[in-house]
């Protein structure tokens, strides 16, 4: 399955927890709150290039040199997973079953040749000659809001908090007692196509003057 993302400019921030309530209290009163979940997401790099544990804002914003993976479930429930390949704006994705999954965490790969995915064959080389190993965990709130007549969202992830544990990945409750005490942080997103309308930057300007721009994306034409 692929995705290319409708919108070609990607714009992250950091935000304080004041100006998120700000920022949610007017999109939830003048926009349309498309879904709100939980996710649980699990990166895979080399081991040569593995992120410090500090640097959870890179994983979820920084484009990679390389193709990245990771693994995802929703709302606390790991019964099918989502393999997610991601090349700059470009994400492709495939199932996973949850005893797939185990499977994965416990070192055994064969079953990714069985499945004749070509996403999941790609992982599986990926695994044997890039030597990628599960990196960090994180667990985080997700909300996507939009707005009438405007090819624009906001993403605001909240409670970001990480974990080196990566067997207790498919076990919600571990991986909060693994997280605990963390003070989450939170991010935004800004997607859009041709350009932030002026009511759309003063609402950011209103409601998050705090914000700290982490990294911006253009999205390739394909």
């Given at each position: 399955m692929t995705n290319n993302r409708p919108y070609l400019h990607r714009l992250h921030y950091q935000i304080t927890s004041e100006d998120c309530t700000a920022l949610r209290d007017c999109l939830s009163t003048r926009g349309e709150?498309?879904?709100?979940?939980?996710?649980?997401?699990?990166?895979?790099?080399?081991?040569r290039d593995r992120v410090p544990v500090n640097n959870v804002d890179g994983l979820l914003t920084?484009?990679?040199?390389?193709?990245?993976?990771?693994?995802?479930?929703?709302?606390?429930?790991?019964?099918?997973?989502?393999?997610?390949?991601?090349?700059?704006?470009?994400?492709?994705?495939?199932?996973?079953a949850e005893a797939e999954c185990r499977a994965l965490l416990l070192g055994e790969t064969d079953w990714l040749m069985d499945?004749?995915?070509?996403?999941?064959?790609?992982?599986?080389?990926s695994l044997?000659?890039?030597?990628?190993?599960?990196?960090?965990?994180?667990?985080?709130?997700?909300e996507v809001y939009t707005a009438a007549g405007l090819n624009l969202c906001v993403t605001l992830n909240t409670d970001i908090r990480a974990s080196?544990?990566?067997m207790d990945f498919l076990d919600p409750q571990l991986l909060e007692r693994d997280t605990e005490g963390q003070n989450g942080k939170i991010l935004m997103e800004v997607s859009y196509s041709d350009h932030i309308p002026d009511s759309v930057l003063c609402l950011l300007e209103e409601t998050a003057p705090r914000r700290r721009l982490l990294h911006s994306a253009k999205a390739e034409r394909r």
């Open positions: 709150a498309l879904y709100a979940r939980s996710v649980h997401t699990m990166f895979f790099n080399s081991y920084a484009g990679h040199a390389n193709p990245q993976f990771s693994l995802h479930y929703y709302d606390g429930d790991p019964t099918y997973v989502i393999l997610e390949r991601r090349e700059d704006e470009l994400r492709t994705s495939a199932m996973v499945r004749h995915d070509p996403l999941l064959q790609e992982f599986h080389e044997t000659e890039r030597m990628l190993l599960p990196q960090m965990l994180l667990t985080y709130r997700q080196l544990q990566h």
